[in-house]
């Protein structure tokens, strides 16, 4: 689901193409190493089926363009003033919310750094109480550590906010990525400007 909402997110800064959601995604949310290409289309496809994305024409060669919708801008504005969506936050997806949220100029991040702070301790207050056999103890330290390792990330990327509230800001790359999907012949037809 982050990388869905990270695209809308990304899709607040204009129209983009498949291949270059992939490469801002991956620049902004350095600590993934890899996203498939047939995830990134896939992920397009699902989200013009859900109505959060709509064709915004072509590059001059051709590369499909989307554009939010409505309902996709007002799902990008949630997933960018909200922290976590549940109790049980994911590591994977707090890195790319936070780190996708502080790289677009206009968003304030640090509600999504104190929404993700809230929910880890609140998780490390959880897992205290829930102790109560060797196995259980085992399995809840191992959760536990991980809550405060994400608090202490969240910590620093906070006071880097606080002290440099653009640190983090990136325009999208003028570079363009070698890859993309071309339009099928039918697609490219009805795109083709009437003579």
Known sequence: MSVQNGFLALL???????????????CRAAHRRQLNPGQVYSTLDRMTDQGLVASAGATD??????????????????????????GRPDWDEMQDQVLIAASLSGVDALTIVDGYREAYAERIRYLSHEA??????????????????AIEWLDEV???????????????SPERPRRGRRPSAETASAAAPAE
């Not at 109560?132 to 390792?149: Q, T, V």
């Open 12 to 26: 607040t800064q204009g129209p983009a193409y498949g291949s270059q959601l992939q490469s801002e995604f991956l």
């Open 61 to 86: 060669d051709g590369l499909p363009l989307y554009a939010l919708t409505d309902t996709g801008r007002l799902a990008a504005g949630v997933w960018l003033t909200d922290g976590p969506a549940d």
């Open 132 to 149: 109560d056999s060797r196995a259980l103890l085992a399995a809840n330290r191992a959760a536990e550590l991980g809550a405060r390792a």
């Open 158 to 172: 906070a006071a880097t906010l606080a002290a440099h509230p653009t640190a983090l800001v990136q325009q999208r």
